[in-house]
């Protein structure tokens, strides 16, 4: 569909690069396509942030368009020993809970 309830949307196809991690694993490189073309005439960006590989790319667009950004992470990001998870955030959940234009958070353990 084009509409869902008088909204426009846009559906994309979606792959599962890396299974083992379950939905973290799940990508789609036309959705982070049209995701950056469509930043450039955005006011904002509103990303639910995650450990994956839909949201935290789609996060370091919209940083690296100088779209202003919030995110909100819903209690997904927090302390972890998962090497996995400690790569991930030094490749990039930092710089997005860093450089935000506001981070929205449930609890104090997830506070920059």
Request: hydrophobic share 50%; glycine share 4%; aromatic share 2%.
């Amino acid at each position: 569909p084009s509409l869902v309830e008088g909204v426009p949307v846009h559906l994309f196809q979606a792959r599962h690069l890396l299974p083992m991690f379950e939905v973290s694993g799940i990508t789609s490189a036309t959705l982070l396509r049209t995701a950056r073309r469509m930043m450039r005439g955005a006011d904002l960006v509103h990303v639910h942030l995650m450990r994956d590989l839909v949201t935290l790319p789609a996060a370091l667009l919209a940083l690296a368009s100088r779209t202003p950004l919030v995110v909100q992470t819903h209690g997904m990001i927090d302390p972890t020993e998962k090497k996995v998870a400690q790569l991930t955030d030094l490749l990039g959940v930092r710089k997005v809970l860093r450089e935000a234009d506001a981070v929205l958070h449930l609890t104090e353990m997830e506070r920059v």
